[in-house]
């Protein structure tokens, strides 16, 4: 097993291939909830190609970029040098952080479509402990799961973090308010996501 590759044989470079794999352009929702939060520390967890952690980086924002994909973080290093930007790219799991330099809290830490596997269930705790005092949690997962897609993708979706598990750690947790639970349509681009045309967003803010 390769260092990029999960307990179900999803390798995440192998995946990346030899060409861009998504748009280059920012996801909308982090554009939605983002143009107007002052810029400070974020945490972009999954970042793939980075266009997310550049498009924070060229508000003003100190970003961390996390991904299993060292193939993907080395195009978004790219990216983000051409646009003369700098963020700190670490290939690493999110389980793996807290024993990385980057493992601080950080103003917001946003999750889009991730794949955290759900194991013992300690990962949610891991994501929520990203979080600064007054910082923001931005997750949001596809409405809809393909199970056959996935499948020949190599992976069960019921394997993984789902939506409605963030919502119910996050209810009547002490110190938590959620702001933001929607279900929006999605302005899909070209590529890989182009099937799918609404999104679940979570918004919550840790209590300073």
Known sequence: MSEHENPHGLDWDERYGDGQL???????????????????????????????????????????AIDVSAKALDRA???????????????????????????????????FYPALLRGDGTIIETLLARVAPGGLLLVVHHSHVDRERAAEHGFDPDDYVRHKDLIAALTDRDG?????????????????????????VLRARRSG
């Open 176 to 200: 938590w308010e959620i702001d933001v639970v929607e279900k929006r349509g999605r302005t899909a681009p070209e590529g890989p996501g182009a099937h799918h045309h609404s999104d679940h």
């Open 22 to 64: 998504w748009s280059g352009h920012a996801n909308e929702q982090l554009v939605v909830e983002a143009s107007n939060l002052e810029p400070g520390t974020a945490l972009d967890v999954g970042a793939g190609e980075g266009a997310d952690a550049i498009w924070l980086a060229e508000r003003g924002w100190q970003v961390t």
């Open 77 to 111: 290093s790219r990216a983000a040098a051409a646009a003369g930007l700098a963020v700190d790219w670490r290939a690493i799991a999110l389980e793996d952080l807290e024993n990385s330099p980057a493992a601080s809290t950080y103003g917001l830490v946003s999750v």
